[in-house]
């Protein structure tokens, strides 16, 4: 069985911006509007729910409301990007590039970059901390859109120590 949450109807979203590397117009800075998706499989439980919706939601409302409004500053991009933080600004040097950003307006991300794939990453990572998975659930999917249908997905099994695809 499967249930799902769906970002767009839930209203799980959140708005950054963010440059991209060797994508064209999208090294420039530029935002979106960002929704984060589930879908769990599994057997039903004693209580008759694969798991329990509140509780992912939650966990997805909290890594969103996280995220919201910041500009997403990929820290581990070295040498590609180079990312100092210095007081209350965040200097960003990208292909030649350089930005200086007020500090209390970015979110420093611990990925390489801040494309869609990374940034489901992370979330994943943020989920995996926040959500204990019972024994019934066999597959966690994990989406990220950064527009009406169009993102990345992360799939992964919570029975197996780092099943992850």
């Not at 350089?98 to 943020?126: G, M, N, W």
Request: hydrophobic share 40%.
């Amino acid at each position: 069985m499967e249930v799902r949450v769906d970002g767009w109807k839930k209203a799980i979203r959140f708005s950054s911006a963010h440059a991209t590397l060797n994508l064209g117009k999208c090294e420039r800075l530029h935002g979106h509007t960002y929704v984060i998706h589930a879908n769990v499989q599994g057997e039903v439980d004693n209580r008759r729910v694969v798991f329990d919706f509140v509780e992912l939601t939650r966990a997805l409302r909290q890594i969103a409301d996280e995220l919201d409004h910041f500009i997403l500053v990929p820290t581990k991009g070295a040498p590609a990007i180079l990312v100092q933080v210095q007081g209350e600004e965040v200097h960003m040097t990208a292909q030649g590039t350089k930005y200086v950003l007020p500090r209390r307006d970015c979110f420093l991300l611990p990925t390489a970059t801040s494309t869609a794939e990374d940034l489901v990453q992370y979330i994943h990572e943020q989920v995996q901390a926040r959500v204990k998975w019972p024994p019934n659930v066999t597959r966690v999917e994990l989406g990220v859109d950064e527009g009406y249908g169009q993102g990345a997905w992360i799939i992964w099994e919570p029975a197996k120590k780092g099943g992850r695809r």
